[in-house]
């Protein structure tokens, strides 16, 4: 029904909430790296054999970079007309 409906639409995000998303993925890119680091830094320690610290390199960088990419056009929001190329 008609009255079960809210009367105005959802409210976008604020924009220093847009600016604390930057800052979680700053501090998360942080996070990635200290800890790769710190896991390649024992890998050299313990003999440098097989590179094991590959696996969560690739594996927390490719979590990292599909929400970078998803969160990003989450964010962008749909284009308007004008931004359309025609070429």
């Given at each position: ?58 594996g927390w960088g490719l979590g990292l970079a599909k929400r970078h990419v998803h969160h990003g056009a989450r ?13």
């Open positions: 029904m008609i009255e079960d409906l809210p009367d105005e639409a959802p409210a976008t995000k604020p924009a220093h909430a847009v600016r604390g998303d930057r800052g979680d993925a700053r501090r998360q890119l942080a996070i990635y790296a200290a800890v790769n680091l710190l896991l390649i830094v024992v890998w050299a320690i313990s003999g440098a054999g097989y590179f094991w610290p590959l696996w969560p390199l690739l964010h962008r929001g749909p284009r308007r007309a004008s931004e359309w190329s025609t070429s």
